[in-house]
Structure formats: C-alpha cells, structure tokens
C-alpha cells in the first residue's frame, strides 16, 4: 500500500468535509446554531469516529469518539476499487450528512451513510 493512496484518500476526506460545511460562523460554531440554541433543545449524539480501517484490520488511525452537534451526523464511508473490492472504510462525525452511492472518485467509488437516531449508530453498518 503506497503512501499516495493513504494521502489521496485523506485529500478527499477533507475535501468532501469541506463541501458540506455551513456558510457562516467559526466552523466549530456556526452562527445558525447559536441563534437557535436557545430556541429549541438540541439532541446530542455520539459517533464512532475512525478515519482509516482497512478490510479485516482494525482502525490504524483516528480511533476514537466524536459528538454530533445539531447540525451533524454519524457517517460511515466505505470506498471501493472499480472491480467492487472494498479497499477502505472511515467513520466518524460529518456535517450536512447525506447517504450517497458510488461517488466516483479516480479508480474509487466511495458511498456514505448517515445516521442519527441513537448514540454509535454508524457502528452498524
């Protein structure tokens, strides 16, 4: 396994983070959030959070969990080579979650599934 694909997916784990952020506010507290706050209770929810797995293994990086904020939720990603064989899966918290399948990226697909309903929901799938 070469260091470019270990970097490649990582460019795309933050890339893909990027497009779903919020306009406005710090990132950590969008503005949106904290003018609602006081307007509605916020239901918190805990994720399993691991940004490198590879089939069989166990999480090699960003092992941990993660708290989905209001405008968050849980994330499972998996992407596969173009013949369908699972190379990586990555989890974790993500804004503006949503379920998408075979994203095509280079010679990856990568699909996303979100969830909300309860604490390491994204543990599951």
Not at 8 to 31: K, N, Q, T, V, W
Not at 69 to 81: D, R
Not at 105 to 111: A, E, F, I, R, T
Request: proline share 2%; aromatic share 10%; glycine share 10%.
């Amino acid at each position: 396994m070469g260091k470019s694909y270990l970097m490649g997916c990582l460019i795309l784990l933050c890339r893909l983070r990027a497009c779903f952020e919020l306009e406005g506010g710090d990132g950590l507290f969008p503005s949106r959030i904290i003018s609602h706050v006081s307007l509605r209770v916020v239901e918190i929810v805990q994720c399993r959070m691991c940004h490198l797995q590879f089939p069989g293994e166990k999480c090699s990086r960003g092992r941990g969990i993660c708290t989905a904020t209001a405008e968050e939720a849980c994330m499972f990603g998996k992407i596969f080579k173009r013949d369908g064989t699972l190379w990586l899966n990555f989890m974790g918290c993500l804004k503006n979650c949503a379920n998408v399948n075979k994203i095509r990226w280079g010679h990856y697909l990568v699909n996303f599934r979100c969830c909300r309903g309860y604490d390491m929901c994204n543990e599951r799938f």
